[in-house]
């Protein structure tokens, strides 16, 4: 198959063709760039859903029943529930992008969170992929989002990309995602660990999942206080029109809220959820709408775009730039900077400026 | 980065009771550097072909220990190539009779691993078997 056959069959909806694009793309090879030039301008549509959070709170179990969701949102969360937002919801196709740790020693890796999704086994409007994140230490690969443009070339409208066990520092699927659930449950831990920095910072919905075990107040608790401490007091009259709009805070996530002027920022609901029973699925759904509209009409989802492909032209630029910029050095040149950093004659920004100093950009 | 991982789809067809055999392949692959996608228990011959198709995996473990090989194994390999990839090779383990065995190796399996057998055996078939295609 050559690359330009590859784009196309994507494009025509050819499963084997989107798995083979899927692998060159991951392992960075020329026919994957080829093919992702070629599909690029059929990005764009997808709405990208990041869930996130630590090892065994639920994470594939939760991917599982929101893609089973999405596939039938009549069945699942029944017609008097949805009167509010757009009658007959089609059926929206699912991919999903489930990210497992590499092994640092070995460069293995077992893939295993497809063993919670096998309910979505047979069903063609969904496509489950596992990935390694070899060697990235931002929660997700260094190719998931090139993984994730192909996919919503292939015209999947929904793409739920799930992290590794994350923990704290693991924020890179804020960056990618345009919704980002972070997904905890009971007993993980004191309030402390709930001010600390990072994963939930970027939470555009929190979820507390495993609802049924004991400790779920206290870990909502937890979490609101953290939010509470996070978020500044608002003025009265938003906050007023917040209460009389929206009552409690699991309210403040109706659609209704999309209306809401632009300026109003958007506060990160937390929901219970049960994944093993389905318990909150449609709920959370609704939240992810919610933070959708709210993105579409206070202009955050095209902010969100451009910082997105923003990080991405950076990061490519720095790659290529790095790699010129080695071409152009003579013979040993780098190795010797290297041993006089080692020997500590110079520091490592003296090697650098005199490095750039003498190849630098232009010169 | 642009190296190239073998990607093994390790799956139990069938209603087996547990899976410590396929746990112990997936471990041995993995720290023989492989990517090992593993997918529980209880999967029927189209379950694991979906997800070897959506994996593109390079090559697709079994585990039987119900003696339903002879059914299971000729249906996996059947649903592989009719999703056009007849390249993905077919290893098994578990418990197969002797005399099973020519039968299994001459529909296309690679190769059979019972109980007892060193993981140097079927990792260097695998890899052999995978490098070997894509030479």
């Known amino acids: ?363 | 980065m642009s190296e190239r991982k073998i990607r093994v789809l390790i799956a139990k067809p069938g209603l087996d009771g547990h899976d410590r055999g396929a746990k112990v392949v997936a471990r041995a692959l993995r720290d023989a550097g492989m990517e090992v996608i593993y997918t529980g228990l209880r999967q029927t011959p189209e379950m694991i072909a979906e997800a070897a198709l959506q994996e593109d995996v390079d090559a697709v473990g079994l585990s039987i220990l119900s003696g339903a090989h002879m059914a299971l194994v000729p249906r996996v390999l059947e649903l592989l190539k009719a999703n056009g990839q007849e390249h993905v090779k077919v290893f098994l383990g578990g418990i197969v009779p002797d005399e099973d065995v020519p039968l299994l190796l001459k529909m296309g399996v690679i190769g059979i691993y019972g109980p007892g057998t060193l993981s140097d055996n079927y990792v260097n078939d695998i890899r052999k078997a995978v490098v070997g295609s894509h030479a």
């Open chain 1, 1 to 363: 198959m050559s690359e330009m056959d590859l784009a196309s069959l994507v494009l025509a909806g050819d499963r084997l063709a989107l798995a083979r694009t899927l692998s060159q793309v991951e392992n960075g090879t020329a026919d994957g760039m080829s093919a992702l030039n070629a599909l690029f301008a059929h990005t764009g549509k997808a709405h990208l859903v990041g869930i996130t959070g630590a090892s065994g709170t639920g994470k594939s179990s939760l991917v599982n029943q929101l893609a089973q969701h999405y596939r039938q949102p009549a069945k699942q969360s029944g017609p008097a529930k949805r009167s509010g937002t757009a009658q007959a919801e089609p059926e929206r196709r699912v991919a999903i992008v489930a990210v497992d740790p590499t092994s640092p020693f070995t460069g293995g890796a077992i893939l295993g969170d497809r063993i919670r999704m096998r309910d979505l086994a047979g069903d063609p409007g969904v496509f489950i992929r596992s990935m390694a994140t070899r060697g990235s230490l931002g929660g997700i690969a260094a190719a998931t989002g090139a993984v994730v443009q192909v996919l919503d070339a292939a015209g999947f409208e929904l793409i739920l990309i799930e992290t590794v066990g994350a923990g704290q520092a693991e924020v890179d699927i804020a960056r990618l995602a345009h919704t980002t659930i972070v997904v905890e449950a009971p007993g993980l831990g004191d309030d402390i660990q709930a001010i600390k920095a990072g994963i939930l910072e970027i939470a555009d919905i929190l979820v507390v999942n495993k609802a049924d075990l004991p400790g779920v107040e206290n870990t909502e608790r937890a979490l609101r206080g953290s939010l509470g401490l996070a978020q500044p007091p608002r003025p009265a009259s938003q906050s007023i029109r917040r209460v009389v709009h929206h009552g409690q805070l699991v309210a403040s996530i109706e659609p209704k809220r999309a209306s809401a002027p632009p300026d109003q920022a958007w506060s990160p609901p937390i929901l219970r959820t049960i994944a093993l029973d389905g318990t909150g699925v449609a709920k959370l759904a609704e939240a992810i709408a919610a933070h959708r509209a709210y993105l579409e009409s206070t202009g955050g989802w095209g902010q969100r775009e451009r910082g997105r492909l923003q990080t991405e032209l950076d990061l490519l630029l720095q790659n290529r730039l790095l790699k010129d910029f080695h071409s152009h050095l003579e013979q040993g040149e780098y190795a010797r900077a290297l041993q006089g950093v080692l020997e500590r004659r110079i520091s490592p920004f003296q090697a650098v400026e005199e490095l750039v100093d003498k190849h630098g950009i232009g010169s």
